[in-house]
């Protein structure tokens, strides 16, 4: 070996892939966060998913704030936590799996082989497949973990409203409350879609160990799928209506 290919080298790395998969992985990243600046641009043009369901968002904080008692909006905002406390918790338990997986990589490479049109791979790129995975699935963790949080905080803004007589008499000032809740809990819904989509190019991923062709086509689906169901879905088409 000789100093150009050594393991301390940046050209090691670089050579640790061939060119088909660093051109796959490079195609799936670049979707990945192309379509996200895409969603979120298109979006200030074109209603999405997110943006509409973030107009029902700020009609239920306007409710809240004419409410007295507020009980049903603690239950609102703590059943809108539970979804992304269960994914979470997913990812842990994805993430100790794939570590685990780490340390079977000989047999796992050889099942991988047993897959038709599998294209076969030395163990080394195995591993660096299933680190990419779990890198996916990190991410995914930290932003359901946020989301989890967030939602702590729209519990805050909802716990600190004065009774709708306050409101009323001019004490407070309705329209801030609404608005820092009402953002709040947009926020959140955004930090949970990030999340979802790194599920959704998982899948898109686990391709990755069939072929690199077969990375690009699955990362090509993916944003298909989110395309579709993001800005021409049936269930935005109802609440548009």
């Known amino acids: 070996m000789d100093a150009n290919s050594s393991p301390d080298s940046g050209f090691y790395l670089l050579t640790l892939l061939p060119v088909a998969d660093?051109?796959?992985?490079?195609?799936?990243?670049?979707?990945?966060?192309?379509?996200?600046?895409f969603a979120k641009a298109k979006g200030g043009q074109q209603a999405s998913l997110l943006d509409v369901t973030n107009r029902y968002r700020r009609y239920w904080l306007?409710?809240?704030?004419?409410?007295?008692?507020?009980?049903?909006d603690g239950i609102i905002t703590q059943n809108l936590s539970n979804t992304p406390a269960f994914f979470s918790s997913t990812s842990i338990l994805v993430i100790g799996a794939l570590l685990a997986l780490l340390g079977t990589m000989d047999k796992a490479a050889e099942l991988v082989k047993e897959i038709p049109f599998a294209q076969a791979t030395t163990v080394v790129v195995f591993e660096v497949k299933v680190l990419a995975l779990i890198s996916v699935f990190v991410y995914a963790f930290f932003r359901f973990s946020w989301c989890m949080r967030q939602y702590t905080f729209v519990a805050l803004i909802i716990g600190s409203m004065p009774p709708p007589a306050e409101?009323?008499?001019?004490?407070?000032?309705r329209e801030k409350f609404v608005k820092r809740g009402a953002t709040l809990v947009g926020a959140a819904a955004e930090t949970f879609n990030d999340g979802l989509r790194a599920y959704?190019?998982?899948?898109?991923?686990?391709?990755?160990?069939?072929?690199?062709?077969?990375?690009?086509?699955?990362?090509?689906?993916?944003?298909?799928?989110?395309?579709?169901?993001?800005?021409?879905?049936?269930?935005?088409?109802v609440l548009r209506d």
């Open 22 to 37: 660093w051109l796959a992985l490079g195609f799936f990243f670049a979707l990945w966060l192309g379509y996200a600046w």
């Open 62 to 72: 306007e409710q809240a704030s004419a409410r007295d008692p507020r009980m049903l």
């Open 167 to 173: 409101f009323d008499s001019g004490r407070f000032e």
């Open 200 to 237: 959704y190019f998982s899948f898109a991923l686990l391709c990755w160990f069939i072929s690199p062709l077969a990375l690009a086509v699955g990362a090509a689906g993916v944003v298909a799928v989110l395309y579709r169901r993001e800005f021409h879905s049936e269930v935005l088409q």
